[in-house]
T-cell receptor, first 114, second 116 residues
């Protein structure tokens, strides 16, 4: 079945370390997204990508970086510059960025900074 | 700027009772509207969507929602709640015109508890 795979499910990091979250999709979708979820704040957009080798900042991009070298992959790096990285991270994809499409979500990655 | 408001942070209903979760949005034109559900520690699952046409939309698990343009609302309803409906529910809006329509804005969520 097609879907989105996020790994790892749980990740612990020491302060000052960078960490990369993986997101892979086999839906043949062009657009991919990273959202951050904190209790009581809903989902906030970090980065999104419309096509390979192209990505744009979302509402809370500071302290994060992404790449889109392959259509099916959109990894997110949480850098040491992110002041409060402990959160639940969700990756999503849609057929295209523009048009009447539905976002499909992965199961999420929970990052805890010790 | 687009925004979504879910005024109820937490709702408790009895099993078998009816349910209505409120969602209000702010957007200058007709939006795309969505309801997603999330079980603890999991991703989001789409319940239903509105793109155009009939303003009453049916979704999975017996849920429905009605788009009311005059009230800028897209409330989610279910006539009889089951214990398995306990979860967090998110309303989201996307721009129907003028750009990145699938760059969704989400509400803060409503946590539903179901009493036996």
């Amino acid at each position: 079945d097609g879907g989105i795979t996020q790994s790892p499910k749980y990740l612990f990091r020491k302060e000052g370390q960078n960490v990369t979250l993986s997101c892979e999709q086999n839906l043949n979708h062009d657009a991919m997204y990273w959202y951050r979820q904190d209790p009581g704040q809903g989902l906030r957009l970090i980065y999104y990508s419309q096509i390979v080798n192209d990505f744009q900042k979302g509402d809370i991009a500071e302290g994060y970086s992404v790449s889109r070298e392959k259509k099916e992959s959109f990894p997110l790096t949480v850098t040491s510059a992110q002041k409060n990285p402990t959160a639940f991270y969700l990756c999503a994809s849609s057929a295209t960025l523009i048009g009447a499409n539905v976002l499909t979500f992965g199961a999420g990655s929970r990052l805890t900074v010790l | 700027a687009q925004s979504v408001t879910q005024p109820d942070i937490h709702i408790t209903v009895s099993e078998g009772a009816s349910l209505e979760l409120r969602c209000n949005y702010s957007y200058g034109a007709t939006p795309y509207l969505f309801w997603y559900v999330q079980s603890p520690g999991q991703g989001l699952q789409l319940l239903l969507k509105y793109f155009s046409g009939d303003t009453l939309v049916q979704g999975i698990k017996g849920f429905e929602a009605e788009f009311k343009r005059s009230q800028s609302s897209f409330n989610l309803r279910k006539p009889s709640v089951h214990w398995s409906d306990a979860a967090e529910y998110f309303c989201a809006v996307g721009a129907a015109y003028g750009g990145a329509t699938n760059k969704l804005i989400f509400g803060t969520g409503t946590l539903l508890a179901v009493q036996p």
